[in-house]
């Protein structure tokens, strides 16, 4: 299921099954929006790679072996996008996870982790709240 809103030129917002074969039209969404309003490409990349974490967490994670729906809204605010990502899914606050120690070797460091942290580190702010029911997942980035 896809619903694509327009709610004005500054605020975008895309619902549809959070299962990995929609990954390409939610990137698609999110790199229109960011090159309609001059995203520098180094601030695209950052937010691509931050964004497919997320998206992919919920795919894999929130709904167990269901399907369930994950909302990608953008707003712009002069230069600065916010992104919040939605879910019904499992309550899950990916930021109470420790870093990791990126000190140590790959096979030395335990598994998992990594792209919550590449996340904390490519986005200017991130916040997690679970409000009605919902996964809250918001990121920003100026652009």
Request: with cysteine.
């Amino acid at each position: 299921m896809l619903c694509l809103e327009r709610k004005d030129d500054n605020k975008k917002s895309l619902t549809l099954d959070a299962t990995n074969d929609n990954l390409h039209e939610v990137m698609t969404f999110v790199d229109s929006f960011l090159e309609e309003n001059g995203c520098a490409m180094k601030a695209q990349t950052q937010i691509d790679l931050s964004l497919e974490e997320m998206f992919v967490n919920i795919a894999n994670y929130a709904y167990g072996d269901e399907v369930g729906e994950a909302t990608i809204a953008l707003a712009l605010d002069g230069r600065e996008v916010t992104i919040t990502l939605t879910d019904s899914g499992t309550p899950y606050n990916p930021l109470e996870k420790a870093d990791p120690d990126i000190t140590l070797s790959a096979e030395e460091r335990q598994i998992g982790g990594l792209g919550i942290y590449l996340v904390k580190k490519n986005m200017d702010f991130v916040a997690y709240d679970y409000t009605d029911g919902k996964n809250v997942f918001t990121m920003k980035k100026s652009i």
